[in-house]
């Protein structure tokens, strides 16, 4: 298949991270609004133009005090840096729809080069006869090095929001005409 562009279908994808609460538990979230420039042969992605952005403000933990404080300048700090964006600058095959892409992250006004494993899940015709293919994608960040460092230290020892951000990512996009 050639190169060609997509178009994310946000009713049919997710952007989901957790991150280690009291050290004891989780805490997972989700953001609702993202878009992404995909441009792409989703039988080989070694080529692949890729460009993600993520709305910060959409940020939703199931706890409307929660999502904004993490909107507040203790974290994200919406106002002043409203998007997280990757872009992709290598992608190394590791396997059969397997690979490794390494890209630009910039959130709160740091940029980093960080690496997520990447699936090429499939791809097929939906009853209309829109091309569709579905991509997923797992990493982690370490709030520290995006200047995230808001945090408390508990009574027993630790802290209270772990450094380390999983994040886990479910995308089907639809070619472009």
């Given amino acids: 298949m050639a190169k060609t562009k997509w178009a994310v279908d946000a009713s049919h994808s997710a952007v989901e991270f957790s991150v280690k609460h009291m050290m004891i538990a989780k805490v997972k979230g989700s953001f609702h609004e993202f878009s992404a420039e995909i441009e792409a042969d989703p039988n080989d992605l070694t080529t692949a133009s890729i460009r993600f952005d993520i709305d910060l403000s959409s940020v939703d933990t199931r706890n409307g005090d929660r999502d904004a404080h993490l909107r507040s300048a203790d974290f994200f700090d919406t106002e002043k840096y409203p998007k997280l964006t990757f872009d ?4 190394v095959k590791k396997g059969d729809g397997e690979y ?8 709160h006004g740091v940029t980093r080069a960080e690496t997520f494993a990447v699936t090429f899940e499939g791809g097929g015709k939906d009853p209309w006869g829109n091309e569709k293919v ?3 994608a797992t990493g982690s960040l370490k709030r520290s090095d995006y200047g995230l460092t808001y945090n408390a230290v ?7 929001i772990g450094d380390e951000v999983k994040v886990s990512m479910d995308i089907e996009a ?3 005409a």
């Fill in 88 to 91: 992709a600058t290598r992608i």
């Fill in 100 to 107: 490794d892409v390494t890209g630009n992250v910039t959130l």
């Fill in 134 to 136: 579905g991509f997923s």
């Fill in 154 to 160: 508990l009574e027993t020892g630790g802290v209270l």
């Fill in 174 to 176: 639809a070619k472009l």
